[in-house]
C-alpha cells in the first residue's frame, strides 16, 4: 500500500500512544461503572493482569500494518506501553472493591508480565522486521 494515502499526521498517530490513551479510557469508565460494586465488573477487574500483558502483545501488529511510520515505533512501543500499562493497571485496579494485598499483587505481577511481553516481542520484531 502507498503510504502517501494517508497525511504524514496521520501516519504517526497510529500508534502505540492511541492504543494506551484508549486503554486508559475504558479503565476509567470501568471504575466509574463499578460504583456500587459489580461482581461481574470486579471479576473483569481481578483479570486485568493478564488482558494488559495481552494488549500490550497486540501492540506489536502494528508492524503488519503498511502506513504506520516505523521509525522510532519500537521506542514508542517501549515507552508507551510501560507508561500505559502503569496508568491502565492502576486505574483499573483502584477499582476494585475489595482492596487489599491480592489486587497490589496483581498490579505488580501485569507489570512484570508487561515487562516481558516488550522484551519478547521487541526481540521478534528485530528478527522478523530487519
Not at 9 to 19: D, K, M, N, R, Y
Not at 22 to 28: C, V
Amino acid at each position: 500500500m502507498d503510504t502517501s494515502t494517508l497525511p504524514r499526521w496521520a501516519t504517526v498517530l497510529i500508534g502505540p500512544e492511541l492504543v494506551w490513551l484508549l486503554a486508559y479510557g475504558s479503565m476509567t469508565l470501568l471504575a466509574r461503572a463499578n460504583q456500587p460494586p459489580n461482581p461481574r465488573i470486579d471479576d473483569f477487574i481481578e483479570n486485568l493482569w493478564v488482558l494488559i500483558p495481552a494488549l500490550t502483545a497486540l501492540v506489536f501488529l502494528l508492524w503488519s500494518i503498511p502506513d504506520v511510520e516505523k521509525r522510532g515505533l519500537l521506542l514508542r512501543v517501549w515507552v508507551a506501553g510501560i507508561v500505559g500499562a502503569h496508568l491502565a493497571l492502576d486505574k483499573g485496579m483502584s477499582a476494585f472493591s475489595q482492596q487489599g494485598p491480592g489486587i497490589g499483587t496483581a498490579y505488580l505481577v501485569g507489570m512484570i508480565l508487561v515487562f516481558v511481553v516488550l522484551v519478547i516481542g521487541s526481540i521478534v520484531v528485530f528478527i522478523r522486521y530487519r
